[in-house]
């Protein structure tokens, strides 16, 4: 079964230090992939996504994402957190076919300490 | 400016009244989709439509009625609320397979 999994629910991390958000997929081909963000009442923005090519991905507001095939992953990084970045950040996965549907994951919160 | 409008923002209502959420798109779109977002379980697909007239289950549909009568409008109908329908909805349109989805705002239901 198609599915993505964000297996931290969770991450706290200190102002200024490195992020990492995990993701994985179980896709049956290469699918398009997506990371978006959703600030606290607000609707998702995309941060960035990966169609082919490259396999290091820029986004905006300083983030970036890593496509590996072995690993069926997509992780997020950034390299210096800020305040402004706590927020909820899932991934998303679709098909490259012309069905639109996204298969999402279950999010993750960013907790940033002072 | 190009964007998803969705109303009303928030809503508290009573078992069995029906309602209606609306979502509107500038961008001539055709793809367009509900989601219902509940904590632990991501945004969950309730119904998207391909184009007008064109409308399809997702996967969460049951106690929801949609339609695509003009391209920019896809509301969103709950004919007899219940309590396990309190969520935060959202709707979204896609220009293209594959391409970015650009989201409403979000409608936060509370069903008593």
């Known amino acids: 079964a198609q599915s993505v999994t964000q297996p931290d629910i969770h991450i706290t991390v200190s102002e200024g230090a490195s992020l990492e958000l995990r993701c994985n997929y179980s896709y049956g081909a290469t699918p398009y992939l997506f990371w978006y963000v959703q600030s606290p009442g607000q609707g998702l923005q995309l941060l960035l996504k990966y169609f082919s090519g490259d396999t290091l991905v820029q986004g905006i507001k300083g983030f970036e994402a890593e496509f590996k095939r072995s690993q069926s992953s997509f992780n997020l990084r950034k390299p210096s957190v800020h305040w402004s970045d706590a927020a909820e950040y899932f991934c998303?996965?679709?098909?490259?076919?012309?069905?639109?549907?996204?298969?999402w994951g279950a999010g993750t919160k960013l907790i940033i300490k002072p | 400016e190009a964007q998803v409008t969705q109303n009303p923002r928030y809503l508290i209502t009573v078992t069995g009244k029906k309602l209606t959420v609306t979502c509107s798109q500038n961008?001539?779109?055709?793809?367009m989709s509900w989601y219902r977002q509940d904590p632990g379980l991501g945004l969950r697909q309730i119904y998207y439509?391909?184009?007008?007239?064109?409308?399809d289950k997702g996967d969460v549909p049951e106690g929801y009625k949609v339609s695509r009568k003009e391209k920019r409008n896809f509301p969103l109908i709950l004919e007899s609320p219940s309590p396990n329908q309190t969520s935060l909805y959202f709707c979204a349109s896609t220009p293209t397979a594959g391409a970015e989805a650009f989201f409403g705002q979000g409608t936060r239901l509370t069903v008593v």
């Open positions: 439509s391909m184009n007008v007239e064109v409308t």
């Open positions: 961008m001539n779109h055709e793809y």
């Open positions: 998303a996965v679709g098909p490259m076919d012309s069905n639109y549907q996204l298969i």
